[in-house]
């Protein structure tokens, strides 16, 4: 065998893989317009559930501030600490940002309730001055 026929036997084995390649990249594009149809019939269903789905976190989300505007100040003080607590242990202990950061929602939520009361639930006594 000579370069001529290896050369030849190259350029024959390079069109029979562009001509493999070109037959895949056509099936592959005759199924885009049927995974396009299946995403757009999925996303009309998501959309269908969005409405109730977000109405249901919303009332569970006031059900649970409301749940929480009746526990004593010092309870909620205890638990925001506790919160906090974790977050910055977590943000010493080297974890990531967003792990610190999901510690902190608990007490954002207990800030909210507190903030959103009418009134003290249980205030503590103020001290007497002599």
Do not use: C, W
Not at 15 to 40: C, F, K, N, Q
Not at 85 to 104: D, E, F, N, P, W
């Amino acid at each position: 065998m000579n370069a001529q026929d290896i050369e030849q036997k190259l350029v024959e084995t390079g069109r029979g893989a562009v001509e493999r390649a070109r037959t895949e990249a056509s099936d592959a594009l005759g199924h885009v317009p049927e995974i396009a149809g299946e995403a757009r019939y999925r996303a009309g269903q998501v959309a269908e559930k969005l409405p109730e789905a977000f109405g249901e976190v919303r009332s569970s989300a006031q059900s649970g501030v409301t749940k929480l505007q009746t526990v004593p100040d010092a309870g909620l003080r205890l638990m925001a600490a506790a919160s906090l607590g974790i977050s910055a242990g977590l943000l010493l202990a080297g974890k990531r940002r967003l792990a610190a950061l999901a510690g902190l929602v608990p007490a954002a939520i207990i800030g909210f309730a507190i903030l959103s009361r009418p009134q003290p639930v249980n205030p503590e006594p103020k001290p007497i001055r002599p």
